[in-house]
């Protein structure tokens, strides 16, 4: 918005920190997730600028290594003015390296709005697949993309005219899988060749950015990846704000309470294999009527743990001399 400047952070050594506090003379210092940035911190606190730490995360590894340098840890955390954590167990563990202040809120990326959707690129996208069945695997790391084929080949024999969309999470892998997927006898089409898939079209690299919006608005249903291979899961979220139902592998630790809260409400379900992926997906590209109530359980889940983003612009608002000028900003 017109009230928001886009400025790099220094590099966190003590003359680039020190000259860039100087320049802007912030009024607040707002750290996000498990960035810690000793020199800005204990520069910033010298100052006198208050700091807080937003949708606050840190591994259990992370954590067992700060607490073998309590000398280091201590004054570094406690010069956070307050810390806002994705729960209370994540809270507890800031607490126990010495911030002062420490509120579980619940997790930003809950309160997101969903991704966008190209409705162009969508309504091309149906015109060209014709209302075939459709699979999706969203942000696969290597090793998932070669599962999903397998699932493919199961599913297909029941699903005739199956098309099964991969979105790796790093795109520049997609010629690598395409290759994969042509070497198992698929027909293939690659997004970032500027190619559709057809009729004859069994799998669709979708290797481009931005555009998992308007995928998860195409398929009905969506592996999330980073969770077969222990890559900690990736965001289910943005999945079922666009209403595909979410298959996942017991690997998803990154995005925790979210997933807690989706299994717990049967919105999302567990998978360990590729038999397992089409079994699921068979079930409900099959059943409109279970489909439908995982979406609606989907919903419901994630609904019962929001709340984090007015909480932390609460927080927030009181540490500023214009409240008002950061409401507009936002």
Known sequence: GPHTIHQYAPLDVPR???????????????????????????????????????NARMTKRSFRRWRRLPGLAHPLFGRFTVVLAQNEALARRFSAL???CTLSVGNLKVDAPAPPVDNAA????????????????????????????????????????LCTIIAPRHP??????????????????????????????????????????TLYKLAPVAFIGGSLVNRGGQNPIEAVRQGAVV?????????GDAYDALIRNRGAIVVHSAEEIAAAARQLITDQA???????????????????????????LRFLPNEEGLVRAS
Do not use: C
Request: a negative charge.
């Open 16 to 54: 680039y920190v020190a000259g860039f506090l100087e320049h802007w003379k912030p009024d607040l210092a707002v750290f996000a997730e498990s960035e810690i940035w000793p020199n800005l911190i204990m520069q910033s606190a010298a100052r006198g600028i208050p700091l807080a730490l937003i």
């Open 98 to 100: 010495g911030a002062p």
């Open 122 to 161: 969508l309504e091309r996208l149906r015109l060209a697949l014709a209302d075939r069945p459709l699979l999706m695997a969203a942000s696969t790391h290597e090793g998932e993309d070669q599962v999903m084929a397998q699932a493919h080949r199961a599913l297909a024999q029941s699903l005739p005219g």
């Open 172 to 213: 520049e892998r997609g010629g690598a899988i395409t290759e994969m997927l042509k070497g198992q006898g698929l027909h293939v089409a690659q997004r970032s060749l500027g190619i559709l898939p057809d009729r004859s079209s069994e799998a669709y690299v979708a290797d481009t950015i931005g555009e998992l919006g």
């Open 247 to 255: 298959l996942t592998g017991p690997h998803w630790q990154n995005f």
């Open 290 to 316: 279970e489909l439908g109530s995982m979406r609606q359980r989907a919903d419901a889940a994630l609904s019962k743990i929001s709340g984090a983003l007015p909480a932390t612009i609460t927080a927030l």
